[in-house]
C-alpha cells in the first residue's frame, strides 16, 4: 500500500524538524506543522492548476521546503524581516518566490507532455 503523499510530507518535515509525534513536549507542534503542509499544498496546487487533494507526487519536495520555512517563520507571519541580539531573518513577501524555477519547470514539462498527464520536476538537493 503506498503512502498518502501528504502523510510522507508530514513525515518528511517531522524527520527534518526533529518532532517526535510520542515525545509530549514536540508532539504539540503536530497541527501547526499540518496547517503548514496544507497552505503550501494549497498554494502550489493553485499555482500548478492542480486540484489541492490530488497534487502530484513530484511537487511534494516544494510542498516540504514550503512547510519548513513557514514553521521556521511562525510567530513573524506578515513580516519581511526580525532581528534578535544582532541575528537578522528575511523572508520573501511571496511565499513561492523560492521555488518558481520548480514550479515553472513542472507546468512547463505538463504543457509539453499534453494536458491531463503529470509534469516532471527534478531537485537536485
Known amino acids: 500500500m503506498a503512502v498518502e503523499p501528504q502523510a510522507e510530507i508530514l513525515s518528511d518535515v517531522q524527520t527534518a524538524l526533529g518532532v517526535d509525534p510520542n515525545n509530549a513536549v514536540t508532539s504539540g507542534n503536530l497541527d501547526k506543522l499540518e496547517l503548514y503542509i496544507k497552505l503550501a499544498s494549497k498554494s502550489v496546487a493553485l499555482y500548478c492548476g492542480e486540484a489541492y487533494d490530488a497534487l502530484p507526487d513530484t511537487l511534494s519536495g516544494v510542498v516540504t521546503e514550503m512547510a519548513l520555512a513557514k514553521f521556521g517563520k511562525r510567530g513573524n507571519e506578515g ?8 541575528l537578522t531573518d ?7 518566490a523560492p521555488y518558481m524555477s520548480q514550479l ?10 499534453g494536458a491531463g498527464t503529470e509534469g516532471l520536476v527534478r531537485s537536485f538537493d
Do not use: C, F, I, M
Not at 513580516?79 to 544582532?86: H, I, V
Not at 528575511?90 to 513561492?96: E, H, S
Not at 507546468?107 to 509539453?112: L, P, V
Open 90 to 96: 528575511a523572508w520573501n513577501v511571496d511565499d513561492l
Open 104 to 113: 515553472n519547470a513542472y507546468k512547463d514539462n505538463k504543457t509539453q507532455s
Open 79 to 86: 513580516k519581511t524581516s526580525a532581528a534578535e541580539e544582532g
